[in-house]
């Protein structure tokens, strides 16, 4: 199990899971994002039938409420975690250098393929927002379903070494 540790974790802090805060898809290309409660996630699909939920490198896309927030205060900006266009946000775990790693979500288990790289969309959502997601893996990573299943907000999120 990966636990989070803030920062006083000597027995003077909570200890929280990582965990699933948000789910989103889209319909189609440039579409509103909507959000979810909960999921299935498929080999087939993705999740929940997202416009992107083909099978291949990029199927499912995951960001770090911490990522996040790092991008949003170098571009001096406060915006929705859906201006990403990620299908999942998480909290608790750092993804930097992830690639080839095993995410899973509930019962849901996703292979880390790459680092998701901003794209112009990005920077038509606000200026500087390409180059505030350009370090650190802050953009969050792209994912292959290995296996699918349903998947809830809250659900425990670990970060498994493959063997």
Known sequence: MVLYYPADWFGFGE???AQLLGIAIRSKK????????????ALEKGVADDFRGKPGMRQVTVLTREGWRAVCDAAGIDLPWTTRRANLLIEGLDLQASQG???????????????TDPCERMEEA??????AM????????????????????GDKVELIDVE
């Open 101 to 115: 790693r095993i995410l899973k979500v509930g019962e849901v288990q996703l292979l880390i393929t790459r680092e």
């Open 30 to 41: 440039r579409a509103e994002m909507q959000l979810l409660q909960t999921a299935t996630v």
């Open 126 to 131: 606000y200026k500087g927002m390409f180059e």
């Open 134 to 153: 350009a370090h650190n893996w802050r953009g969050g990573v792209c994912c292959r379903v290995l296996q699918g299943g349903e998947i809830t907000l």
């Open 15 to 17: 200890v929280r899971v």
